[in-house]
């Protein structure tokens, strides 16, 4: 029971064990609600406040001449001293007149809420990709004066962090620089990441450094001249580094765990990779034949063959690209891409079945004639393992989009490849006053004399190899028009396969005739339906489009400049550094074209590398200048600056330079005109 009622009148008495009856009142707590004013007076003018924080301000700037005076009787005008007793606050409760409320909640522990957070209840603490962030929209701000300001009240931090950061930027970029290489992430809590101390030293150390600098030097030799790299070589590697530079006692202790290969490869960045090239030679060997390749070929095109009455086309030269033809052979099995299939989650073993074994090897020889503009006038080919002795039967059950020929190993020597030039690519071709060229691999059967000859003869057409093993990185049939191939017959037997009757054909061995048949079909599908996308084909004799960073780059230079010219005041025509390829891979096909020069409008820009404001220039007010389209630009090469050689005062050879020039109409953001 509450005391208060005690006091009222209440009694509390408990039973003894003669019966009688113990009146336990007085012994009960007591509890009382105390009265707290707030208010305090200034003792010099009167002034009332409610809370002896705000009294001590004003009598700081008020009254200095008073200020130890007031302080001192400003301790009377606290709600509870130290030294007063319990017993001497009045109760509310036996009061007769009813308790007021307080007027202002109570602050409890003044000095809790602390000096260094600048009034903040809690302390918070930042990430370092924060920090980044912020200083980051730091150096993006344009104003000079109030950005410290601005960035505060953008990122909601106080303005002394950010000039706290900013000052020590070297630090936090390091330690930004030290969680990424570290990866201190997954299970171990955000606060160690952020509180993690930045030292020169890292945290994972090499026990043997100078054996793993060997040890990498070698890697990096061995996989520079494409040998293969397993565990078992790295760990052998790394012992014999460290008996030669340690001795043979600390290779004794070496033990190569896993624990060790596992932070070995974390500290230097290797991985198990799976293999994209395994051609002898790598892909940035052949940069000088190629190159050398490409030299001779222009070379080529602005030469005349004698006894040919074929002109010379004044943009193309000697060929022009309806009468350039790719030659071209591509392994084509049975079971085309049906390594994969949708399945139940967490099943260990996943089932496609086929007819028989070996059915996704090669099973035949697809050769395949390609030129850049005009329609395909050159049959498929398919080459099957056999002599040839087949039935009529067959041959008619054969698709008449696609040619098919016959040898002892299924893929094409001389005597197939003349076979194919009389039945397949004689007819298609044609014979024309103009002059053709054939692009064919370095194999023997297309270096034979017998070959260029009855092309040069039957079709006016000139063989042109290309270079030696490097023939896939030139040739558009590779891994352009003969991969696309190789997906239009998976398409194709996929809904081939969609038929019931044909599923259960499947499932049934099928037989090599069959097989066959379903091959010619499959690929004068997918002949024709790739053959009539006319743009594709073309662009496997065009050039590369450029990397997706390369074209961020280039445009980032062109908005940088177009920013720069709306703040000045210059009205001449700004020239910048821009790529050609770039150039035309934005621009091409847009606009429109008047005294060489290229006039774009806005929508000419892609939206992907040109943000929506990025041809604005304007305060926090809204107030700026804005461009006027069209924008007049043009595109050329020019010679780089000239200079001198210090030996002998001569001047330096001059290299090409590509560039771009641009200039516009500035107006106000508010005109519409």
């Known amino acids: 029971m509450n005391r208060t009622l005690f006091d009222c009148g209440v009694r509390k008495s408990v039973e003894l064990k003669n019966g009688s009856l113990l009146d336990i009142t007085s012994t009960m707590k007591k509890t009382a609600m105390l009265t707290k004013s707030y208010d305090v007076q200034c003792s010099c003018c009167g002034k009332a406040f409610n809370g002896q924080q705000y009294l001590d301000s004003h009598m700081k700037f008020k009254h200095p001449s008073s200020t130890a005076e007031n302080s001192h009787e400003g301790q009377q005008h606290r709600d509870i001293s130290p030294n007063q007793k319990e017993a001497d606050v009045p109760c509310s409760v036996l009061d007769d007149s009813p308790p007021e409320a307080p007027n202002d909640p109570i602050i409890v522990n003044e000095e809790s809420l602390g000096k260094k957070r600048r009034g903040s209840e809690k302390r918070k603490s930042y990430t370092v990709e924060f920090k980044k962030k912020t200083l980051d929209f730091l150096d993006s701000s ?71 600098k060997l040890l990498i030097a070698e890697f990096k030799v061995r996989r520079a001249a494409g040998c293969k790299v397993t565990k078992l070589w790295l760990r052998k590697k790394m012992k014999s580094k460290i008996e030669m530079c340690y001795g043979k006692s600390e290779a004794d202790k070496f033990k190569g765990s896993n624990n060790w290969f596992q932070r070995f490869k974390k500290r230097h960045g290797l991985a198990l990779r799976r293999r994209t090239n395994k051609k002898k030679n790598s892909a940035d060997d052949g940069r000088e034949i190629i190159q050398k390749f490409h030299k001779n070929l222009r070379k080529s095109l602005k030469t005349h063959r004698r006894r040919n009455k074929s002109s010379i086309d004044p943009k193309y030269g000697r060929w022009t690209p309806g009468n350039r033809y790719n030659v071209d052979q591509v392994p084509l099995p049975f079971v085309v891409d049906q390594g994969t299939t949708y399945d139940t989650v967490g099943n260990k073993q996943v089932w496609v079945s086929q007819p028989s074994s070996g059915l996704d090897k090669r099973q035949a020889t697809l050769q395949l004639c390609i030129r850049a503009e005009g329609d395909q006038n050159v049959k498929p080919a398919l080459v099957f393992r056999g002599k040839g002795n087949i039935s009529s039967a067959e041959k008619d059950s054969y698709d008449e989009r696609v040619d098919v020929y016959f040898q002892q190993n299924a893929w094409i020597d001389a005597e197939v490849n003349m076979q194919w030039c009389r039945k397949t690519l004689f007819p298609g071709v044609g014979n024309t006053e103009q002059e053709k060229v054939i692009f064919a691999d370095n194999v023997c059967f297309q270096q034979s004399k017998e070959f260029h000859e009855a092309c040069r003869n039957e079709i006016n057409a000139t063989v042109y190899m ?65 053959k009539e996308n006319k743009g594709f084909l073309k662009r496997f004799f065009e050039n590369p489009s450029p990397e997706q960073s390369l074209l961020f780059d280039e445009c980032a230079t062109l908005r940088v400049a177009v920013e720069q010219h709306l703040k000045s005041k210059s009205r001449l025509p700004v020239t910048i550094k821009f790529r050609g390829d770039a150039y035309r891979r934005l621009f091409k096909n847009k606009g429109q074209i008047r005294d060489r020069y290229h006039f774009l409008e806005k929508a000419d820009f892609p939206p992907k590398f040109f943000p929506q404001f990025w041809d604005y220039c304007a305060d926090s007010h809204g107030q700026g200048i804005k461009v006027y389209y069209p924008m007049k630009i043009r595109h050329f090469v020019s010679w780089s600056p000239k200079k001198y050689r210090v030996e002998d005062h001569n001047p330096s050879p001059r290299a090409f330079q590509e560039k771009l020039t641009f200039s516009f109409i500035k107006v106000a953001l508010g005109d519409t005109s």
């Not at 996929?494 to 038929?499: I, Q, S």
Request: proline fraction near 3%; glycine fraction near 4%.
């Open 466 to 530: 290309l270079p030696e093993n490097h023939t896939d990185k030139i040739q558009p049939i590779d891994a352009g028009c003969g991969r696309m191939m190789k997906v239009k017959i998976s398409c194709a037997m996929d809904r081939w396969l969609e038929t019931e009757e044909n599923l259960d054909k499947w499932h049934d061995k099928l037989s090599a005739k069959d097989r066959r048949i379903l091959m010619t079909r499959w690929t004068g599908e997918a002949w024709s339906e790739l």
């Open 142 to 212: 344009t104003s000079s004066k109030n950005k410290y300001k601005i960035v505060s009240r953008e990122k909601g931090v106080h303005r002394t962090l950010v000039q706290k950061w900013d000052k020590n930027r070297g630090q936090i970029f390091k330690e930004l620089e030290l969680n990424k290489r570290c990866k201190n992430s997954g299970n171990i809590r955000d606060a160690r990441q952020r509180r993690k101390m930045v030292s020169e030293k890292p945290k994972h150390h090499e026990r043997y450094p100078l054996a793993a």
